[in-house]
């Protein structure tokens, strides 16, 4: 008897969407060094930056590297946690997880919640074993508060009594306000106290980010050391993106690869996403041309059509005749000729489309000069206003 395995098909080595993980990372070796010394170091810092250009993954790999050097990192998602109840069960699952298991046998790990004034209702998933945390959100809001005191100071005590360094990370911390506008005073009242914890909050909406780190009436004002992400250079991705190809035995010529950048610009999310595409296009043990790129970003507005429909029918008729403008020409929208060249109205209208387009990230501004910042937003308008 005769038996055929059938060969496994070469993966795609290009990653959108999820984390950008091992191979997947790109670059940033500066801005991952960076971080791992200043964790090392206890340095709290503030990593920024537009959706979808990679904080995620840079403070992920960091992690990956303070871990191994026996640094204890804890995280928490504040995108997860709308409740101050919600924060206090995230809280605690964290700390008994990577603080609390590397450094107690198993017996004694949930004694680091005694004398909380709230205790934990704690469950066991069947299937894994793993503990989950949750605590009521009907009890008195002075014993909340006491609770979420209290598992704040945790990893400073834990990290404290065995003389190790701990990471809390804090992922979309702009919305802590919104949890609870007490929260910020209260966590800074902890954090300032805590040697022995590097703190790291990370943002995706740069405006709040800067107020909370910025503003001389916020808690956090001047708390951190600031590092915002930047597209990455495209030389670096240059690099990268041919020796995908050549890892998966497929090839990509230099004026392909130019053409990609040339669209992305070296946005992390949306290199990835051009170039998973391009790659897709090439047959096998062939060469990405230009004419694959082409092809490979039509598939790629097709993708995301649905998404920018959405965002096009959110925004106003002058958020739209800016839009439209800024995919014609980057630059400066508020100057009279610019406004008279694609027929746009008086610059304090300009000016509220401008800053509501920002707040949404559709729109960046470096230096007074504007540019639309998400990726294939442009390429996807001008198809239209080609149709």
Request: hydrophobic content about 45%; aromatic content about 8%; proline content about 5%.
């Amino acid at each position: 008897m005769i038996f055929w395995v059938a060969k496994r098909a070469t993966a795609n080595p290009f990653r959108f969407g999820a984390l950008a993980l091992d191979e997947a990372f790109t670059d940033r070796e500066p801005e991952l060094a960076e971080v791992v010394a200043d964790v090392a170091n206890g340095q709290d810092v503030v990593v920024y930056a537009p959706r979808r250009y990679g904080k995620s993954s840079l403070v992920r790999r960091a992690a990956q590297r303070l871990v191994a050097d026996d640094v204890l990192v804890a995280q928490v998602d504040l995108m997860t946690t709308p409740t101050r109840a919600k924060l206090a069960a995230k809280l605690a699952a964290s700390i008994y997880e990577d603080v609390a298991t590397p450094l107690f046998r198993a017996k004694e790990r949930l004694r680091v919640f005694h004398g909380l004034r709230i205790a934990p209702t704690v469950t066991v998933d069947p299937d894994d074993g793993s503990l989950a945390f949750s605590f009521s959100a009907s009890v008195h809001p002075e014993d909340l508060d006491a609770t979420l005191e209290r598992l704040l100071e945790l990893p400073g005590r834990l990290a404290g009594e065995r003389e190790r360094r701990v990471a809390l990370i804090l992922d979309e911390f702009q919305e802590i306000a919104d949890v609870d506008p007490g929260l910020p005073r209260l966590m800074r009242a902890v954090f300032q106290q805590q040697p022995e914890v590097a703190h790291v909050y990370l943002g995706s909406r740069r405006h709040m980010m800067r107020r909370i780190f910025s503003d001389a009436n916020e808690p956090f004002w001047r708390s951190a050391k600031q590092l915002e992400l930047d597209v990455i250079e495209p030389a670096a991705f240059a690099t990268y993106i041919a020796d995908r190809f050549e890892s998966t035995g497929k090839h990509i010529d230099t004026a392909a690869v130019g053409a990609v950048l040339g669209v992305t610009g070296g946005h992390p999310y949306g290199t990835q996403e051009l170039c998973y595409f391009t790659w897709q296009a090439t047959g096998g043990g062939r060469k990405a041309t230009t004419t694959t790129v082409a092809d490979a970003l039509e598939g790629v507005l097709r993708s995301e059509h649905a998404h920018f429909s959405l965002a096009w029918s959110r925004a106003s008729a002058g958020q739209r005749s800016l839009l439209q403008a800024l995919a014609r020409e980057p630059g400066h929208p508020l100057a009279a000729d610019y406004r008279r060249r694609h027929g746009l109205p008086t610059a304090s209208t300009v000016q509220k489309a401008l800053e509501r387009l920002e707040l949404e990230e559709l729109v960046v501004r470096d230096r007074g000069a504007a540019r639309i910042a998400e990726p294939f937003l442009a390429e996807w308008l001008a198809l239209q206003l080609d149709a």
